[in-house]
């Protein structure tokens, strides 16, 4: 990935006023359960809402992980999965949550590791501004130079960005979608050294306000700081379009959609599977106690026919070419997994 520490430094210093309160209760507000009370919870979409990859949340009550024990199958066998990984992998770490997301049922595994987000965090900017947008228009219209730096040399590994030209003015909207789809580092470094004080304020807000840890409260050099579970929410809000607007919403998962990265979670599952993901890449470096270390993770939403899960693997090891295929064969597992589910159930 294209100079990816300019990009850390500029959202680390532009990200510097105070986070707001706002809409967290929205995905935090969990009932409270007594050790007699286990909810397995109650969800109740908009089935009408004309979109293809959302389904717009009306109301719900969500149970914890065990108020789900049909899932620990499928939890013992990537489990299995993870530790045939570790022994032949060169893997250190792997942590997955996993959830069902129209019936809410949902699992993690290792789910207090933190790990560096990397290029995950363009989902962020892209939610920024298109929340800003549905107040001011306008900021997706305009018009700004691209701040490119050509090297084919420091795009990530089996990526082929179609660059665009340095100095030449693109849309904040063009721009999204390049960084999206490309997970081009130049497009994010171009929105960013653009954010006008508006968008700045709702980027800073949203970490309160989905209640996830925001880069401005972490030390530029503590690479690790999120979860599976954390950054999941992301997908839980687009895909029942409770932060964004519905057609909004359906936006941003249709970009995730078209991401170019496929030999994650996508090569996991049968092919022509629309799979709404994020990828990220990172390098951890050695410390006076601890050797370099590659992470690699892949985050998004598998729409398995009427039944679409939210799947969010992050990964730690010793090369980018192992944790790869960690990624494709757990993704494969749970997609096979799901899949006798769900049979298993008609």
């Known amino acids: 990935m294209k100079h990816a520490s300019r ?27 007594t050790p007699v009370q286990v909810l397995r919870g109650s969800l109740v979409r908009d089935n009408n809402s004309g979109y293809s ?5 009306l109301s719900c009550e969500v149970g ?11 939890k013992a066998k990537l489990e299995q999965t993870i530790a045939a990984e570790e022994n032949t992998n060169n893997t250190n770490s792997v942590s997955i949550y996993l959830r069902t997301l129209k019936g809410g049922r949902w699992f993690e595994i290792n789910g207090s590791e933190r790990y560096a987000p990397a290029s ?24 700004v130079s691209f701040e490119g730096t050509r090297n084919t040399a420091d795009d990530t590994p089996g990526e082929v960005i179609p660059h665009f030209t340095n100095g030449a003015s693109y849309t904040t909207d063009a721009l999204i979608r390049q960084m999206i789809i490309y997970s081009d580092n130049d ?21 309160t306000e989905l209640n996830i840890t925001p880069p401005r409260a ?14 999941s929410i992301v997908y839980r809000v687009l895909f029942s379009a409770t932060y964004l607007s519905e057609a909004d919403s359906q936006k941003a998962l249709d970009l995730l959609s078209q991401a170019q990265y496929t030999q994650g979670i996508v090569a996991g599952v049968p092919a022509r599977t629309t799979v709404a993901h994020k ?42 070419a192992s944790l790869q295929q960690d990624l494709q064969d757990l993704s494969k597992t749970t997609y096979q997994q799901i899949d006798a589910f769900y049979k298993s159930q008609k």
């Not at 590659?294 to 980018?320: A, K, N, S, V």
């Open 120 to 143: 995950m965090l363009k989902v962020f900017v892209m939610l920024a501004y298109y929340k800003e947008a549905e107040e001011n228009p306008w900021v997706l219209d305009q018009s």
């Open 53 to 57: 990859l959302i389904s717009p949340l």
């Open 7 to 33: 990009w850390h430094a500029a959202l680390f210093a532009g990200v510097l006023l105070c986070a707001g309160i706002g809409v967290g209760w929205l995905v935090r507000g969990l009932p409270f359960f």
């Open 187 to 207: 497009a994010l470094n171009t929105l960013v050294d653009h954010f006008d004080p508006s968008t700045l304020s709702v980027f800073n807000d949203m970490f």
């Open 218 to 231: 972490v030390k530029e050099q503590s690479f690790d700081f999120m979860s599976v579970s954390e950054y």
């Open 279 to 320: 990828f990220g890449v990172a390098t951890i470096p050695a410390t006076a106690t601890s050797t370099a270390q590659d992470e690699l993770h892949d985050c998004g939403i598998i729409y398995y026919p009427d039944h679409p899960y939210l799947l969010c693997i992050m990964t730690r090891g010793g090369d980018f």
């Open 64 to 74: 914890p992980e065990t108020a789900f024990p049909e899932l620990a199958p499928i």
